[in-house]
């Protein structure tokens, strides 16, 4: 299929020409995620370990008296998990996990604005000589000879519940 045949997922851009992004780093990669779905950034929180958790979302933090699952998707994209540093992050967002809206963290190496893309600098992943999943990633936008990268969180959530394995007394 040729490029230019190509096409961005419509329901990310939904008609607009620009999206409002907040901006953040891992492992030396730029992300974006649409800013309305951000709740609040935060400074590192004391995190609650779960037993037999999978590393993706293998801790939980206290945000505003709830409990939320804080996800690191470094661990989606195959990145090594890094120490954390001064600049470290979390990012609360609302995301629809299995039909149920629910608050979950996301652990940032550093978050660096809120910004306007442009709909016309973006394209879709490309299918060869990616190193991750291009299913992962919604699209990459191009800003100031550099790419934005932003996540497909659905894709990378769902992705993340199917290898759950079944409980062995499950049958």
Same mark, same amino acid.
Request: hydrophobic letters at 40%; one cysteine or more.
């Given at each position: 299929?040729?490029?230019?045949?190509?096409? #961005?997922?419509?329901?990310?851009?939904?008609?607009?020409?620009?999206?409002?992004v907040?901006? @953040?780093?891992?492992?030396?990669?730029?992300f974006?995620?649409?800013?309305?779905?951000?709740?609040?950034?935060?400074?590192?929180?004391?995190?609650?370990?779960?037993?037999?958790?999978?590393? @993706?979302?293998?801790?939980?933090?206290?945000?505003?008296?709830?409990?939320?699952?804080?996800?690191? #998707?470094?661990?989606? @994209?195959?990145?090594?998990?890094?120490?954390?540093?001064?600049?470290?992050?979390?990012?609360?967002?609302?995301?629809?996990?299995?039909?149920?809206?629910?608050?979950?963290?996301?652990?940032?190496?550093?978050?660096?604005?809120?910004?306007?893309?442009?709909?016309?600098?973006?394209?879709?992943?490309?299918?060869?000589?990616?190193?991750?999943?291009?299913?992962?990633?919604?699209?990459?936008?191009?800003?100031?000879?550099? @790419?934005?990268?932003?996540?497909?969180?659905?894709? #990378?959530?769902?992705?993340?519940?199917?290898?759950?394995?079944?409980?062995?007394l499950?049958?």
């Open positions: 299929m040729s490029e230019a045949v190509r096409k #961005i997922p419509n329901q990310l851009w939904e008609g607009r020409e620009e999206l409002e907040l901006t @953040f780093d891992i492992a030396g990669e730029m974006a995620l649409e800013a309305v779905k951000v709740q609040e950034i935060l400074d590192l929180l004391p995190e609650t370990p779960v037993p037999g958790a999978k590393p @993706f979302v293998g801790s939980v933090i206290n945000f505003r008296g709830k409990v939320i699952p804080l996800a690191d #998707i470094r661990l989606a @994209f195959g990145m090594e998990a890094t120490t954390t540093t001064i600049d470290s992050r979390i990012i609360v967002i609302e995301l629809d996990v299995e039909g149920e809206r629910t608050l979950t963290g996301l652990r940032t190496d550093k978050v660096n604005e809120v910004t306007t893309l442009l709909r016309i600098a973006s394209e879709p992943p490309p299918s060869v000589g990616m190193r991750w999943r291009p299913d992962f990633i919604e699209c990459l936008v191009r800003r100031d000879g550099e @790419f934005i990268i932003i996540p497909n969180l659905q894709a #990378i959530f769902s992705a993340q519940n199917e290898r759950t394995p079944a409980h062995p499950q049958s």
